[in-house]
């Protein structure tokens, strides 16, 4: 257990670590550094981009770092940028945190208007069937990707869900490529989004900051694309918000 601990405090300080490197520093052969490695890999703590790569800090990690600095830290760095981007769009906003194959909106800012996206902090929905959740997992490595998926299989809500995981990862495929998600009545009907995730020091994905319309302002992607560039523009804002609390000291 004490090799193992070790192990993460070396992949956490130097954000990339061998197995030849392992054994030398616990001084343990190579075999026995491999097996811990890859335990804690397939424990989701450590990942490696390729077959016999060095592994860096797992979601895990991410996930238990988050934790020791609260949620709550997160929701007020996001807070004022939320209600900015409320008062640009007039539209909903929500800030989101991956939770296994799930995503959990932990803040919320309502629109003004009349017919609105109402208050969706707490609501847990399948992450492949929003804007907020397909943000954060095409920010994921792959392998990481294929663990949380391991199975392949995804539940549709509604008719407009992607129901395979070939439509997944093509659809995850082009949102990395354009650095936003939509979500068109995939997870409810009558709401659609466009999301886009916020990174940390090492570009793992934080959370996703969306806005969130009725469908009937939002029937198509072609007419979301009017918020990407406010969307993209409060994912910088809070993103250099939450680095510095981040930031080693």
């Known amino acids: 257990m004490d090799n193992a601990l070790r192990l993460l405090e070396l992949v956490g300080e130097r ?19 491999h097996r811990l490695l890859n335990s804690l890999r397939k424990r989701g703590f450590v990942l490696q981009d390729k077959p016999n790569g060095a592994y860096r800090p797992g979601p895990v990690l991410n ?13 007020r760095a996001a807070r004022p940028v939320l209600e900015e981007l409320r008062e640009q769009t007039q539209e909903t906003v929500s800030l989101s945190l991956l939770e296994g194959r ?4 932990v803040d919320c800012v309502e629109s003004p208007r009349s017919v609105r996206v109402g208050d969706r902090t707490g ?6 069937c929003t804007a907020a959740g397909k943000a ?8 990481e990707l294929a663990r ?14 992607l129901s395979t995981w070939e439509e997944l990862e093509a659809e995850l495929g082009d949102i990395r490529r354009a650095g936003y998600a939509f979500n068109i009545e995939e997870g409810e009907i009558g709401i ?16 996703s900051v969306a806005v969130v319309v009725p469908a009937s302002r939002m029937p198509t992607r072609n007419a979301g694309e009017a918020f990407i560039p406010a969307v993209l523009h409060a994912r910088d804002a809070i993103q250099e918000v939450l680095r510095a609390q981040l930031a080693p000291r």
Do not use: K, Q, Y
Request: no cysteine.
């Open 63 to 75: 996930e238990i770092g988050l934790a020791a600095i609260g949620r709550i830290d997160i929701r």
């Open 192 to 207: 659609s989004a466009v999301s886009t995730a916020l990174r940390d020091l090492t570009e793992a994905p934080l959370a």
């Open 123 to 128: 609501v847990v929905l399948p992450a492949h």
């Open 136 to 143: 954060i997992l095409a920010a994921l490595p792959g392998p």
């Open 148 to 161: 949380r998926f391991a199975d392949r299989e995804l539940t549709a809500r509604t008719n407009a869900s």
């Open 15 to 33: 954000h990339a670590l061998r197995v030849s490197d392992a054994a030398t520093l616990l001084g343990v052969a190579p075999s026995t550094a």
């Open 102 to 105: 799930n995503v959990r909106f």
